[in-house]
Each structure stands twice: as structure tokens, then as C-alpha cells.
């Protein structure tokens, strides 16, 4: 299972989302929470789970909301002089 990480999805944003991981307790914890929910929905799929699941739709749905919210505090962050 490959995990893909925020950085690799969003490489400009790369060096704004490892600042807020260190700066931002908050934005740390919303970052791990959005990892370990992939890996979670990446392991429901390779062991085929169907996708009209409500269970697994409620978790991408999830995951969607917070890979936004992630992305826009790193947008932010990036926009913002040092």
C-alpha cells in the first residue's frame, strides 16, 4: 500500500504544510488524523470493500472535507509573508 502524503499531492504547498506541522498543534493533529484515515480507506480497498458501502463513503466523504481544510490553511500559510 502506497501512502501518499499532502506534500507529494501538493508540492507547492510543501514547505507551508511542514511548517504548520511543526508550528500548529492543531494543524498537526488534523494532518495525522487525515493520514491515518487514508490509510485506513486505502486498506478498505484493497480488500475490496464495495463502494456503495455507507460506512466507506462516510469515511471518504471525511477524508475529502479534511484534505480541503488541510489545503486551505496551507494556501494561507503560503500567502502570508514571514
Same mark, same amino acid.
Given at each position: 500500500? /502506497?501512502?501518499? %502524503?499532502? !506534500?507529494? !499531492?501538493?508540492?507547492?504547498? $510543501?514547505?507551508?504544510? *511542514?511548517?504548520?506541522?511543526?508550528?500548529?498543534?492543531?494543524?498537526?493533529? &488534523?494532518?495525522?488524523?487525515?493520514?491515518?484515515?487514508?490509510? %485506513?480507506? *486505502?486498506?478498505? !480497498?484493497? *480488500?475490496?470493500? $464495495? /463502494?456503495?458501502?455507507?460506512?466507506?463513503? &462516510?469515511?471518504? %466523504?471525511?477524508? &475529502?472535507?479534511?484534505?480541503? +481544510?488541510?489545503? +486551505?490553511? $496551507?494556501?494561507? &500559510?503560503?500567502?502570508?509573508?514571514?
Amino acid at each position: 500500500m /502506497t501512502m501518499r %502524503t499532502l !506534500e507529494t !499531492e501538493f508540492p507547492d504547498l $510543501a514547505d507551508s504544510i *511542514r511548517h504548520l506541522v511543526q508550528d500548529s498543534i492543531q494543524y498537526k493533529s &488534523a494532518h495525522d488524523d487525515y493520514h491515518k484515515l487514508d490509510k %485506513t480507506i *486505502r486498506g478498505l !480497498e484493497e *480488500r475490496g470493500v $464495495a /463502494t456503495d458501502d455507507h460506512h466507506f463513503r &462516510a469515511l471518504k %466523504t471525511k477524508r &475529502a472535507r479534511l484534505k480541503d +481544510q488541510l489545503y +486551505q490553511q $496551507a494556501q494561507q &500559510a503560503k500567502e502570508q509573508p514571514h
